[in-house]
């Protein structure tokens, strides 16, 4: 199943993206999904070929090989291949604070609900689980605070005390 | 005393949800043991060899008299009656049951405690300086910083799936009472000629079994930059630490496999591309945090307190006066430090009752607050002198008064083969020989510092590569060994120990150590610690003591 966030709401949607290994043969479909090592060698014509095309981001893969093609990209899939592998959340945060980049990112592999708000939080916006929308929703919206600031720009504890420091009627209670 | 705020306690509140939620599904089956363990862990939740063990977190290790209360209770109503103090200044309870764990937290949220972050892959609890705000040479009051840290790093959802646990400790004194340079982070703050505030950054030190003290990657980093700085660090090591070893995961490793200066340089340059304004903490934050920790109604009294220097005619107070009590930064008040050491007891470890004796006294004397150690000691930081007689009767009567702070019964042990599914060797029947050994106080006190301290196995829980006197439980064929180390330190001047030689029986370890402790006496130069001697002589004349028999060879 494919949950997406899109204006803050948790939806199920349908996968229009066919995941291509390594060693199959390319699908007419438009829109694919390649490993990053198999982008390098064959995504440029792809791209010039006008297909929707996503990279699939494995945790050891260098996501500053993808700076220069962000803005052509659909989508960023970062790989879980075991859920206690927290490389891809830096992976995110990357590419939404510093490459800016505005496309899909989503998280794939051993996708746990336990993980849904560490993800919503660095930037991810699909999931590929297991678990409904609800009960993911449910999950990503567990805390009513942040402490920090992270890719979801949601505002942490010490902007929120700013505010109410700043408006008398809030200190009051 | 810091207090929570509205947002504070709705954290805590939501996690304890969420954690009663995943205890539920481990126990319905829907989550196996494999899918739960990085969850329990990250909620303090050990699985040890007879039962499950409780970490709670004592965030800089600062307790209040309600706090300590809390503590006494969990250990009475959930537990066997105690707890133990551990060396990261929290309290482990060793005999918990799966199923009450959700209502243990939900009470200790009534005293503003969690156990959040006590263990697994993630930024753990900091640790910062006992004595902080109690201490005249202090630049600052550490635990401003670290709880700026401990809401920096709480939740991180960046951070919460490392390569390994990570461990930061926070110090503002130039004595260092925090093994800041054995940790994975250590932060010393200091004034630079400007009299800003910036922190030395320590990187990459740790114990286990390649142990390493940490390297400085930044002298002196401005203070308002730390979040961003941390980030930075953090950042280039759940990127690039090692995933596919255990024992090489720490950033440790990371740090000797790049050199400091590689690791530094690329830490730097995270640090300089980062957003920082969106990640540093602002100004009007820090101030609320100082704030928040209000200011303690110290009276105005005499430097000399004639009550105090009265009650030194009374040898046991004035022993406990010159071992355990140190001078406070305001006049007339002293730092009075508790021994959980007791001869024969079990290091670290308190009762239900003491806790609770405790928790009455530093309400009596000492404004309501109590530390925890990194020797796993407690302190009482600010005590008026004219009480200290009082308070030592009233620790006294419950079995608190041990008077061997810094001495050679003041020793750090990890649970060992009593508790510890990874032990090799028992460290707690150690600990109580030597304490036996040495329980005459006057010759304790005569020998002076001398800081021993013993691991069950090489995951070194027990800090032994950085004891003075390093004792590590070995396997020999399926019977309990102890390798000895000397020259170790754990504060400023860290230092890794060096192996003396070959492994000694577990009846031989308390007679080893009172013959290095007689070859130091013997040669020692005036003024000098059972350390600096043997930073002077080098290791032959205590090996020599120790080994007779191999000179012959
Ligand atoms: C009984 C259950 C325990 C188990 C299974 C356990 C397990 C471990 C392991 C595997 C390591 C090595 C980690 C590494 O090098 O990456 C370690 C290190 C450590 N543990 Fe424990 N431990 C236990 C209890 C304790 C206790 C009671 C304390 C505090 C007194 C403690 C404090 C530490 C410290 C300070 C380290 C060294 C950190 C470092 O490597 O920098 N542990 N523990
Ligand atoms: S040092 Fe070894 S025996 Fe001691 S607590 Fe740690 S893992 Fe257990």
Redesign the interface.
């Given at each position: 199943m494919l949950i997406r966030l899109e204006n803050d709401h948790f939806h199920t949607v349908d996968d229009r993206f066919t995941a291509v290994g390594d060693d199959e043969a390319l699908p007419d479909s438009d829109a694919v999904i390649l490993s990053l090592a198999r982008f390098e060698a064959e995504g440029t014509a792809l791209l010039a070929a006008g297909r929707d095309v996503g990279v699939r981001v494995g945790?050891a893969d260098r996501v500053e090989a993808l700076v220069d093609v962000l803005p052509q990209l659909a989508l960023v899939a970062l790989d879980f291949p075991k859920?206690?592998?927290?490389?891809a959340?830096?992976?995110a945060?990357l590419l939404r604070?510093?490459y800016g980049f505005g496309g899909e990112v989503r998280a794939v592999g051993d996708v746990?609900v336990?993980?849904a708000?560490?993800?919503v939080?660095?930037g991810f916006d699909a999931f590929e689980t297991t678990v409904g929308p609800n009960a993911w929703a449910a999950a990503a919206r567990?805390?009513?605070?942040?402490?920090?600031?992270?890719a979801d720009n949601r505002a942490p504890?010490?902007?929120?005390?700013?505010t109410k420091?700043r408006d008398p009627a809030a200190r009051v209670g | 005393m810091f207090h929570y705020?509205a947002?504070?306690a709705?954290?805590v509140a939501?996690?304890n949800?969420?954690f009663r939620d995943?205890v539920q599904r481990r126990l319905s089956g829907e989550l196996s043991e494999e899918?739960f363990k990085?969850?329990r862990l990250m909620n303090g939740l050990y699985l040890q060899l007879h039962s499950y063990m409780l970490r709670v977190a004592i965030p800089y290790g600062a307790l209040s008299s309600a706090k300590m209360r809390a503590l006494a209770h969990v250990a009475r109503r959930w537990d066997k009656g105690y707890g133990h103090f551990t060396t990261r200044q929290n309290i482990q309870f060793h005999w918990i049951k799966l199923s009450d764990t959700p209502d243990v937290l939900d009470y200790l949220t009534t005293a503003e405690l969690h156990a959040i972050q006590t263990s697994g892959?993630c930024i753990r609890n900091t640790t910062s300086d006992p004595f902080a705000g109690a201490a005249a040479e202090e630049v600052d009051d550490p635990r401003v910083w670290s709880e700026v840290i401990r809401?920096?790093s709480?939740?991180?959802?960046?951070?919460?799936?490392?390569p390994r646990k990570f461990k930061i400790a926070v110090t503002a004194s130039p004595q260092d009472r925090t093994a800041a340079r054995a940790h994975d982070i250590g932060l010393v703050l200091r004034r630079n000629r400007e009299g800003r505030l910036g922190f030395e950054v320590i990187v990459g030190g740790g114990m286990g079994r390649t142990p390493y003290i940490g390297a400085t990657i930044r002298e002196h980093l401005p203070a308002e930059h730390l979040?961003s700085y941390l980030t930075a660090i953090l950042?280039v090591y759940?990127?690039f630490g090692r995933?596919d070893n255990l024992y090489k995961a720490r950033i440790k490793i990371l740090v000797a496999s790049l050199g400091a200066a590689e690791f530094a340089r690329q830490a730097d340059a995270e640090w300089e591309?980062?957003?920082r304004p969106?990640?540093d903490?602002?100004d009007?934050?820090l101030a609320?945090i100082r704030a928040s920790f209000g200011l303690v109604p110290f009276r105005t009294l005499p430097p000399r307190s004639e009550r105090f220097e009265a009650a030194r005619s009374d040898p046991a107070f004035a022993r406990f006066a010159r071992n355990n009590i140190v001078a406070h930064k305001v006049s007339g008040y002293g730092i009075v430090q508790v021994s959980l050491k007791g001869i024969g007891e079990v290091p670290g470890d308190c009762s239900a009752d003491q806790m609770d004796a405790l928790a009455d006294l530093a309400e009596q004397y000492g404004h309501g607050e109590i530390r925890v150690t990194h020797e796993q000691n407690l302190v009482l930081p600010h005590v008026p002198l004219d009480d200290a007689p009082a308070l030592h009767a009233g620790l006294v009567a419950v079995g608190l008064a041990t008077p061997n702070i810094n001495l050679v019964s003041d020793m750090i042990a990890c649970p060992g083969l009593d508790y510890c599914a990874l032990a090799n060797a028992r460290a707690i029947p150690i600990a109580q020989a030597i304490g036996q050994t040495f329980a005459d106080p006057a010759r304790a006190e005569a020998i002076g510092e001398l800081k021993i301290k013993i691991s069950g196995c090489i995951n070194a829980c027990g800090h032994h590569h950085v004891g003075h006197i390093g004792i590590l439980g070995v396997d020999k064929k399926g019977e309990e060994f102890y390798q000895l180390t000397l020259g170790g330190s754990g504060a400023e001047d860290a230092a890794i120990g060096h192996v003396l030689g070959p492994a000694l029986g577990a009846d031989k370890v308390a007679d080893a150590i009172d013959t290095l402790v007689e070859a130091y006496m013997a040669i020692r130069q005036p003024g000098e610690r059972f350390l600096d001697t043997y930073r002077r002589t080098g290791v032959g004349p205590f090996k020599a003591a120790v080994y007779p028999d191999a000179h012959q060879a």
């Open positions: 945790p859920y206690r592998d927290g490389r959340y830096s992976t945060v604070d510093r746990l336990d993980q708000w560490n993800m939080r660095c567990r805390y009513r605070h942040v402490y920090q600031a992270s504890a010490f902007a929120e005390r700013a420091a | 705020d947002i504070d709705a954290m939501d996690r949800a969420e995943q899918q990085p969850l892959n809401q920096w709480t939740f991180h959802p960046e951070f919460t799936y490392l979040l950042r759940n990127r995933r591309a980062m957003d969106k990640v903490l602002p009007l934050e609320r």
